[in-house]
């Protein structure tokens, strides 16, 4: 293990829009939102300013309800970030960015944890884990899984 | 359409770590510039379009700032770096119809600041951390900065699946350096790199080195769009718009499709080639957005110049810089010259196609295929110039 640093890294703040994916995130669970319609399932997260999308990219039905996904992926790309912008990510330096293919069809980028740099490889299982950053909030990271 | 309209006067300012000067003096600078270049006055421009980006100024405010007085077109545009491919098309639709005359198109910045870091101006993504719900989710990842991770994403993909290598994306880098070392204006003149020293160069976010990166500039670039035959009796030679098209994929981020490697520049390329009726292998010059050099490659595919996937092995002769067969970002591009955006590549095309380049200049310039792309290629622009109708 790191050593614990005394800076803080950022901790999201849940607004309502987000709040029912952070409540599950605390209790070990992913939740995405899925077409009541058509059963597709979103990303949690939009793109640019990454507003949750109001309606269902497939038959654009405006009846989504969050839905426990699986957990279960494999890695899409990942990115090793060199730059320091935060002073909490110092000794952590390059720390990878990682973009998860879930099995329900989705994109999310998240961190894979558990791995060393050298060993990522495009195509990797995966399995959601769950990072405490704060008394209150937790976040969805992956960590090396099973092959399906 | 095709060749109805023209570009008549170009205006580029200093560029690069310019100081004491604020976004609307660089606009204005630019525009002087661009109405003395064409032979045109102030009063005769009754269309604005201004580049939106993230400086406030760069709003229809400008106008009363600038005092520009009856105008009969005024828009602040974004479809971030496509803007400038899609404020020719709305200029030159305007002008067709009509709706005003002689417009001014603009792109100005300045997030430089004297005795800071470019990592402290406003491209640092550090500014945004004050985010909440999603938006403060991939700061928590450590995701900060602008584009750099999802352009790192898209480019590490197309390695994944093609074998793209650091040695083809860096000889993308090289040509353009060369050509900049023809280009007084560009801030790289008189730096020379060689494909060892991109390879040297540290990561900023890998697979991207920092001269697969773009520059950051102060500065401003203007055009003037008018009628084709105004533009005749105009002091330079008319640039004519013969084709344009926008073209915008979404991303879903769903399993179905990969818009990391297949781009807007397809569809877009199609559309603006098919007004102009030009064929790909009629393009004599390209001036292709590179805000990394993973975005030309990218964008060469979606053209057609060679098939998807093979991008790299397609670059990695150095065609594409001076003296190769095709010519690329013959300014040096905005990884060696200056980063205003889609105003870097067009306002290149323009100097090509009249064969103002003086040492740079291409031979052949008749036809100049100009792209944009904003977003994490999410945007895309087309614009088919051309030195006769």
């Given at each position: 293990?790191?050593?614990?640093?005394?800076?803080?890294?950022?901790?999201?703040?849940?607004?309502?829009?987000?709040?029912?994916?952070?409540?599950?995130?605390?209790?070990?669970?992913?939740?995405?939102?899925?077409?009541?319609?058509?059963?597709?399932?979103?990303?949690?997260?939009?793109?640019?300013?990454?507003?949750?999308?109001?309606?269902?990219?497939?038959?654009?039905?405006?009846?989504?309800?969050?839905?426990?996904?699986?957990?279960?992926?494999?890695?899409?790309?990942?990115?090793?970030?060199?730059?320091?912008?935060?002073?909490?990510?110092?000794?952590?330096?390059?720390?990878?960015?990682?973009?998860?293919?879930?099995?329900?069809?989705?994109?999310?980028?998240?961190?894979?944890?558990?791995?060393?740099?050298?060993?990522?490889?495009?195509?990797?299982?995966?399995?959601?884990?769950?990072?405490?950053?704060?008394?209150?909030?937790?976040?969805?990271?992956?960590?090396?899984?099973?092959?399906? | 359409?095709?060749?109805?309209?023209?570009?008549?006067?170009?205006?580029?300012?200093?560029?690069?770590?310019?100081?004491?000067?604020?976004?609307?003096?660089?606009?204005?600078?630019?525009?002087?510039?661009?109405?003395?270049?064409?032979?045109?006055?102030?009063?005769?421009?009754?269309?604005?379009?201004?580049?939106?980006?993230?400086?406030?100024?760069?709003?229809?405010?400008?106008?009363?700032?600038?005092?520009?007085?009856?105008?009969?077109?005024?828009?602040?545009?974004?479809?971030?770096?496509?803007?400038?491919?899609?404020?020719?098309?709305?200029?030159?639709?305007?002008?067709?119809?009509?709706?005003?005359?002689?417009?001014a198109c603009v792109y100005a910045d300045a997030p430089l600041s004297q005795g800071g870091s470019i990592s402290q101006s406003s491209y640092s993504g550090r500014g945004i951390g004050s985010d909440t719900g999603f938006a403060s989710l991939r700061f928590a990842y450590g995701d900060y900065g602008p584009a750099n991770t999802s352009y790192a994403l898209a480019c590490r993909r197309h390695m994944h699946l093609y074998g793209t290598t650091h040695d083809q994306l860096g000889t993308i880098a090289v040509g353009q350096r060369e050509w900049a070392q023809l280009n007084p204006r560009a801030q790289m003149h008189g730096k020379p790199m060689t494909l060892a020293d991109y390879h040297d160069s540290r990561w900023v976010v890998e697979p991207l080195h920092l001269f697969d990166c773009c520059l950051v500039s102060n500065g401003a670039v203007a055009v003037i769009v008018t009628s084709a035959e105004r533009a005749r009796e105009l002091r330079q030679p008319p640039v004519y718009l013969l084709g344009f098209g926008q073209a915008a994929p979404g991303d879903n981020r769903r399993a179905?499709?990969?818009?990391?490697?297949?781009?807007?520049?397809?569809?877009?390329?199609?559309?603006?080639?098919?007004?102009?009726?030009?064929?790909?292998?009629?393009?004599?010059?390209?001036?292709?957005?590179?805000?990394?050099?993973?975005?030309?490659?990218?964008?060469?595919?979606?053209?057609?110049?060679?098939?998807?996937?093979?991008?790299?092995?397609?670059?990695?002769?150095?065609?594409?810089?001076?003296?190769?067969?095709?010519?690329?970002?013959?300014?040096?591009?905005?990884?060696?010259?200056?980063?205003?955006?889609?105003?870097?590549?067009?306002?290149?095309?323009?100097?090509?196609?009249?064969?103002?380049?003086?040492?740079?200049?291409?031979?052949?310039?008749?036809?100049?295929?100009?792209?944009?792309?904003?977003?994490?290629?999410?945007?895309?622009?087309?614009?088919?110039?051309?030195?006769?109708?």
């Open positions: 293990m790191k050593p614990h640093t005394l800076l803080a890294k950022p901790v999201p703040i849940p607004d309502e829009e987000s709040r029912p994916f952070f409540d599950a995130a605390r209790a070990g669970v992913l939740l995405l939102l899925r077409c009541g319609a058509c059963d597709t399932f979103m990303s949690p997260t939009g793109g640019i300013g990454t507003p949750l999308r109001p309606r269902c990219v497939s038959c654009f039905s405006a009846d989504l309800a969050w839905a426990a996904a699986g957990g279960k992926g494999t890695l899409y790309s990942f990115a090793l970030m060199h730059q320091l912008y935060d002073a909490a990510f110092a000794d952590e330096l390059p720390y990878n960015i990682s973009v998860v293919e879930l099995d329900e069809g989705v994109r999310m980028t998240a961190n894979v944890v558990d791995c060393a740099n050298e060993d990522l490889w495009i195509g990797m299982p995966l399995e959601v884990t769950f990072e405490q950053l704060s008394e209150g909030i937790a976040i969805p990271k992956f960590r090396p899984g099973l092959a399906a | 359409m095709r060749g109805q309209t023209a570009i008549a006067g170009l205006g580029i300012t200093e560029m690069g770590k310019v100081y004491g000067r604020n976004v609307t003096d660089f606009a204005g600078d630019a525009i002087a510039l661009a109405l003395d270049d064409a032979g045109l006055e102030k009063s005769d421009v009754d269309g604005l379009l201004m580049n939106a980006n993230h400086s406030p100024e760069m709003a229809p405010m400008l106008q009363l700032s600038l005092g520009l007085e009856d105008l009969t077109l005024i828009s602040a545009m974004n479809g971030y770096g496509s803007s400038a491919g899609t404020m020719l098309q709305y200029a030159a639709h305007a002008i067709a119809t009509g709706q005003a005359g002689v417009v179905e499709r990969e818009p990391a490697v297949h781009t807007g520049a397809r569809r877009s390329g199609e559309l603006a080639l098919r007004m102009a009726d030009v064929a790909l292998e009629e393009i004599d010059v390209l001036e292709l957005y590179d805000c990394y050099t993973y975005t030309v490659l990218v964008t060469l595919e979606d053209y057609g110049f060679c098939e998807k996937g093979e991008g790299g092995a397609f670059v990695e002769d150095g065609k594409l810089g001076p003296g190769g067969s095709l010519p690329t970002n013959t300014g040096g591009g905005q990884l060696s010259s200056f980063y205003m955006w889609g105003f870097t590549p067009l306002s290149e095309g323009v100097i090509q196609a009249r064969g103002q380049g003086r040492e740079r200049q291409v031979p052949n310039h008749d036809l100049v295929l100009v792209s944009g792309n904003g977003g994490t290629l999410n945007w895309h622009s087309t614009t088919v110039l051309g030195a006769a109708r």
